[in-house]
């Protein structure tokens, strides 16, 4: 496990359903354009985005590393 962090930001709403939900905390979390989701990206918060109905769903995600990301997968060399 090397991320730390989730980091979503949700830039689309205005359909059914496309939460996103934390299996242990049974938590859904509705996208609402512009918001931010922050989150531990460790296994006790195990998530999934659900299909939304009637629209696409669009999010730019990113996580927050324990490790630069050239000691876990070398450089691009």
């Known amino acids: 496990m090397h991320r730390a962090l989730l ?3 949700y830039l689309n709403e205005g359909f059914e359903a496309g ?3 934390f299996l242990y905390q049974q938590r859904k ?3 609402r354009t512009g918001s ?5 990206g460790g296994f006790t918060h195990t998530h999934r985005g659900n299909r939304p109905l009637g629209g ?3 999010i730019a995600t990113s996580w927050v590393l324990y ?3 050239e000691q876990l997968y070398g450089s691009a060399r």
Do not use: F
Request: charged share 20%; aromatic share 4%.
């Open 56 to 58: 696409h769903k669009y």
């Open 67 to 69: 490790q630069r990301a």
């Open 19 to 21: 939460e996103t939900e």
């Open 36 to 40: 931010l989701l922050i989150a531990p």
């Open 7 to 9: 980091l979503t930001i």
């Open 29 to 31: 979390i509705a996208p």
